[in-house]
């Protein structure tokens, strides 16, 4: 089954590829995923002759600021959740989309189960990468349980009055 | 009191719905213990040594009539027939069937209530003064910031996976009331030179295992600014706060580690991308907005007082629960009531359905449909008018709500205990009992006067132990239960984390040993001088001596 959700739909045939830690660069057009140490170490390489598009992946131990250099030249940054229990991955999404202003895609990794998936979306995650053995098509109802919510959608600036005159209304 | 509108109210709905078919796929094997066990918690539900626990937010510890009523259905349809109002202003149900919380949640929802945040790691539900709109100290009447935050709070997205639990409480008063100094973050509501209202925040407060007394990272916050600055708060203590052990978790181990300094710097840093987002800014209409649902009520002018002095003269019963049960008021011609909940052979806080009930119908008589629960585990009618207080309490009293000892003595917090929690090592309600059959003279409990005594049956510290002028703890010595004594603890403005007696006495001696402390106590005591006075001018030595000395002495 299909494990992964982006914009609220399953997609098959992912076209990224998380790159193993020892592993040498695939050559050609392939969108890669690299942890941090190893961008960093080899992003000038990469920035010369990749083809593909690039993207990271990181977890909660690591700081915006880290990040933020290279936001411009990635086009997917994949946050893993150890633990669906341990939250660091929501504030980091949030300082990412919020004070960086990244806006490529956003993907939840690791222990992602369904009842978090709405929380996840609403600090900026649009994909998900479901644990393995997961219902990816039960997973897609958590997107509809909740219409009313007492904070912003992530990239509304709405005020805090005139948000909730809209949603009494909607 | 605030009112729900179809959009607090959908939410609350979609809330209900969400978790029934959360505990739909629990019971169905799709949901694992583990995966299930933060999303009951985030819905009030513990799993209890005998049967779940079911803990039901009342924000800022404000109730309708019809809410109280729905309470008093819930603890009669669902449970034994009674209810546990805790030191949080909440209320706890200690016997619901795991199957039906659904059910209750969906009650509660009938009458704008919910158990949303009242367990798990995530902010809780925001405290405040029981006195709040009446209290004749106040700088800015707290509930339209309570309510604000309880908003911004109610399944934030960034903060529902924490490291820890998080408490906020917010005063809005020269006296605290609400014990902001012992509180993750605690909120002092200040005006500074120019008039202009703000808010003196503090962090790193708490009790548990390792009591702290919050430090003041910023004096003058200008209210607008309040929601960007504690979600900036939030987010370096999600980030940075320890999750590697559940013991160090809490903001207030960060903020030690930090420095309280450092951790400032951090905020400031995460505030500055913050502040100015609209959606975080309370604009002037956002305050108006708010305030126009806490106005005071259609207050009768020109109350007569001759009916109360007469009464006083002529019924000392009275005289003695209007000294000890009710406070001034700021409107000429009221006062505010208390409604004990530590009448004896009663564990603290326990209040029965049928109490529910008829404490529903005598606010509806005397107290225009409002009732408060202070965090002293007792109930509050704000708004009494004077000439009515004598019938007040002749109701009061024929529900077995009148008991004269609000801030006495036996007015005890207390937590849960062996008797019902998981983590208990010691009973504390048996010891409460004890205590009142010891103590049993109302007169002489009224000239001891204001004495507050809280009792944990663990270190956890829900019953507050660390800031009593008298604490006990109860420990585990290889499978008995003994009791650690403390004294000199605050939770007021003159916050003080109590000192150690010495070795633990056994649950026999409870009772003895208190009685030494209080005959201590009254020798050294200098005219009308209130326990916590005498202690802070003599010092720990007495009471030891006391207590401790062989049996010749």
């Not at chain 2, 704008?112 to 809780?124: E, F, L, V």
Request: one cysteine or more.
């Amino acid at each position: 089954m299909p494990r992964l959700i982006r914009n609220r739909q399953i997609v098959t045939g992912d076209r990224w590829v998380f790159q193993d830690a020892d592993a040498s660069l695939p050559q050609g057009a392939v969108d890669l995923v690299l942890p941090l140490d190893q961008y960093a170490e080899q992003r000038e390489q990469l920035r010369e002759s990749h083809q593909g598009r690039l993207g990271l992946v990181v977890d909660g131990t690591v700081t915006d600021d880290e990040i933020a250099p290279l936001l411009d030249e990635l086009a997917l940054v994949a946050i893993d959740f150890p633990s669906f229990t341990d939250g660091r991955g929501y504030s980091l999404a949030r300082q990412l989309r919020q004070i960086h202003g990244y806006r490529g895609e956003l993907r939840a990794v690791g222990n992602v189960l369904r009842d978090q998936l709405a929380y996840m979306e609403r600090v900026g995650f649009d994909s998900f990468l479901l644990e393995a053995g997961r219902d990816t098509a039960d997973a897609l109802k958590a997107f509809g349980e909740f219409s009313a919510y007492y904070q912003n959608a992530p990239l509304d600036q709405l005020p805090r009055l005139r948000r909730r005159q809209q949603m009494r209304a909607a | 009191m605030y009112l729900y509108d179809s959009h607090d109210r959908q939410l609350v709905d979609e809330r209900v719905a969400q978790f029934r078919d959360q505990t739909r796929r629990y019971l169905a094997g799709e949901l694992s213990e583990d995966e299930f066990r933060p999303l009951r918690l985030m819905n009030g539900l513990y799993i209890q040594r005998l049967a779940p626990m079911l803990r039901v937010s009342i924000p800022y510890g404000l109730l309708s009539s019809s809410q109280l009523r729905m309470l008093g259905h819930i603890a009669r349809h669902y449970d034994h027939g009674y209810g546990h109002f805790t030191t949080r202003q909440n209320i706890q149900y200690n016997w619901p069937a795991l199957e039906h919380v659904p059910d209750i949640l969906a009650d509660l929802a009938k009458v704008d209530m919910h158990a949303m945040q009242t367990s798990g790691n995530c902010i809780r539900n925001v405290t405040s003064d029981h006195l709040a709109g009446v209290a004749a100290d106040e700088v800015e009447d707290p509930r339209p910031y309570c309510e604000l935050i309880r908003q911004w709070a109610t399944l934030h997205p960034e903060f529902s996976y924490l490291p820890r639990k998080f408490k906020i409480a917010v005063s809005g008063s020269q006296r605290d009331r609400a014990a902001t100094q012992v509180h993750d973050i605690g909120l002092q509501l200040v005006r500074n030179a120019q008039g202009e209202l703000g808010v003196e925040v503090l962090v790193g407060g708490g009790l548990g295992r390792t009591p702290v007394i919050g430090e003041v990272i910023r004096e003058f916050l200008p209210v607008r600014h309040l929601l960007s600055y504690l979600e900036a708060i939030l987010r370096v203590y999600n980030l940075h706060g320890r999750r590697d052990n559940k013991h160090k978790a809490r903001i207030k181990i960060l903020v030690r580690a930090m420095g309280a300094k450092e951790f400032g710097a951090r905020v400031d840093r995460e505030w500055t991308a913050l502040r100015e987002r609209p959606e975080l800014t309370l604009a002037d209409t956002d305050v108006s907005y708010m305030k126009g649902f806490f106005q005071a009520p259609d207050y009768a002018a020109g109350v007569e007082t001759a009916p109360l002095d007469a009464a006083l003269a002529n019924d000392a019963a009275f005289a003695r629960w209007f000294r000890r049960n009710t406070v001034e008021h700021r409107q000429p011609g009221y006062r505010a009531a208390f409604v004990s909940l530590k009448a004896p052979g009663v564990a603290p806080g326990d209040m029965t359905a049928d109490q529910m009930d008829a404490l529903a119908d005598i606010a509806e008589g005397f107290s225009f449909g409002e009732i408060r629960v202070t965090h002293t585990q007792n109930l509050l009618l704000a708004d009494v008018r004077v000439d009515e207080l004598h019938a007040l309490w002749k109701r009061l009293e024929a529900e077995g709500l009148g008991t004269p000892n609000v801030g006495t003595l036996t007015d005890m917090i207390c937590c849960p205990g062996l008797a019902f929690c998981n983590l208990a090592n010691a009973g504390s309600i048996d010891v409460a009992e004890d205590i009142n059959r010891e103590f049993d003279d109302l007169d002489y409990i009224h000239d001891l006067g204001d004495l507050r005594l809280n009792m944990s049956g663990c270190m956890n510290a829900c019953g507050h132990h660390h800031v009593a002028h008298i604490g006990i703890l109860g420990v585990d010595k290889k499978g008995a239960e003994f009791y650690q004594l403390t004294l000199g603890g605050s939770s007021a403005n003159d916050a003080a984390l109590g000192d150690r007696l010495g070795p633990a006495v056994p649950k026999s001696e409870v009772p003895g040993a208190l009685r030494k402390l209080i005959n201590t106590y009254v020798d050294l005591r200098e005219g009308e001088e209130a326990f916590l006075d005498t202690y802070r001018r003599v010092g720990l030595e007495p009471f030891k001596e006391r207590l401790y000395a062989t049996a010749h002495s």
